[in-house]
């Protein structure tokens, strides 16, 4: 028999807890704040997924910061998409957003996905999606693609 969501969140949120100090914590909470969370959000985001608060502050700023300025999205995104802020904006969202901001100025795209779906689809797929399919058409997505 296999575990809900709420007890593998429940089950999440205790090691997100138990792996930190409480002034850990106390940072933790304070770097949200400061990237303009409001404490609501801040909620949100645990109830949502615990394990990002064992993500470095320092990749949660810079995820957060690349993704306001991008003007993709804001923090009412952030807040419902909080897996987002555990991937990594060098390795993984930006080579996947040049491949498919290449694919969108050529018109070969028809629905572009969305952020989560760009960040929590592995790389094989992505490679499948989004990549392969146009090898032949669009050189310049062999060289753009994510690692």
């Not at 985001?45 to 910061?65: D, N, Y």
């Not at 306001?68 to 897996?83: A, E, M, W």
């Not at 930006?94 to 952020?115: C, F, G, I």
Request: aromatic letters at 8%; charged letters at 25%; hydrophobic letters at 40%.
């Amino acid at each position: 028999m296999g575990i809900d969501r709420k007890s593998k969140l429940f089950v999440h949120a205790i090691r997100a807890i138990s792996s930190m100090t409480r002034e850990n914590w106390e940072l933790k909470l304070g770097l949200f704040k400061s990237l303009g969370f409001l404490e609501d959000d801040i909620l949100s985001v645990f109830r949502r997924a615990p394990l990002v608060f064992c993500v470095s502050g320092r990749k949660i700023k810079g995820m957060t910061q690349f993704l306001f300025s991008t003007g993709k999205c804001d923090i009412s995104y952030v807040v419902n998409n909080p897996v987002i802020l555990t991937c990594s904006v060098e390795n993984r969202l930006k080579p996947r957003l040049r491949v498919l901001e290449v694919l969108e100025r050529r018109n070969l795209v028809l629905k572009k996905p969305s952020l989560r779906t760009v960040c929590s689809m592995t790389d094989e797929k992505f490679l499948h999606n989004y990549v392969l399919p146009y090898s032949d058409e669009v050189g310049e997505l062999l060289t753009a693609r994510p690692h």
